[in-house]
């Protein structure tokens, strides 16, 4: 069963403008963490923002938001202020208890001038 | 800061053949996973180790191994390699095991077979 879903493949968003990148879930652990990564057209995987379960607050990380529902078991990221070097593919992931961390499809997006 | 090094960075290989990927951790980190990504894919997990012993294992074929070292460097062989294993493989390090570790990635290991 797909643990990891990302339903938007692509996504366009005007420079200077927020996007938010959709992302939900699936398990029945009560403890996981929730990971975003960019991969750009070079290949690398970066870290972008971290939501632990049982975090209260939201998580930033300067442009990044993370917006955590829980009960939705959604974990949106926001990218405020969009710049054209954000184009790129986006990866949300996920770790239970193991250490096998599961990623979605992913979802292009595409920062026009 | 220093980050992941995967070597080498590219590597093409003919169907068959056999092939070893490098992956130095962040100093101080004591995991390593391994990750599969074919072309317009998303990262499949492998394997992972944590202090030198499997800790993980996911869809990594019986024709790879993997270890780690002593000193925490991790090494991925591939043998009798198909034109299906074409990919991008990534390491990542964590400090610790656990849903709340954060994994950063190395730049990846782009392995062609021919």
């Known amino acids: 069963a797909q643990k990891i879903t990302q339903t938007q493949p692509g996504m366009f968003v005007q420079e200077k403008e927020a996007v938010t990148l959709d992302c939900t879930y699936d398990?029945?652990?009560?403890?996981?963490?929730l990971f975003w990564y960019k991969q750009p057209s070079s290949g690398e995987m970066i870290f972008l923002i971290y939501q632990g379960s049982y975090d209260q607050q939201n998580a930033t990380e300067g442009r990044y938001s993370l917006n955590f529902q829980k009960a939705r078991k959604s974990a949106n990221l926001v990218i405020s202020a969009s710049q054209l070097g954000d184009s790129a593919m986006y990866f949300c992931a996920m770790r239970e208890d193991n250490n096998d961390m599961r990623f979605g499809a992913g979802t292009r997006l595409t920062v026009k001038p | 800061a220093a980050g992941v090094i995967q070597s080498p960075r590219h590597l093409i290989k003919e169907k068959r053949e056999t092939a070893t990927l490098k992956c130095y951790p962040i100093p101080r980190h004591d995991t390593v996973y391994w990750y599969q990504q074919g072309p317009g894919q998303d990262p499949q997990f492998l394997i992972s180790f944590y202090e030198k012993m499997q800790s993980d294992k996911g869809s990594i074929p019986d024709r790879f191994s993997a270890q780690q070292f002593s000193d925490y460097h991790s090494e991925l062989n591939m043998s009798s390699l198909e034109l299906g294993d074409s990919a991008l493989y990534f390491c990542?390090?964590?400090?610790?095991?656990?849903?709340?570790?954060?994994?950063?990635f190395g730049q990846g290991t782009r392995l062609t077979v021919v």
């Open positions: 398990t029945s652990d009560p403890s996981y963490g």
């Open positions: 990542a390090s964590s400090l610790g095991v656990g849903p709340n570790t954060e994994a950063f």
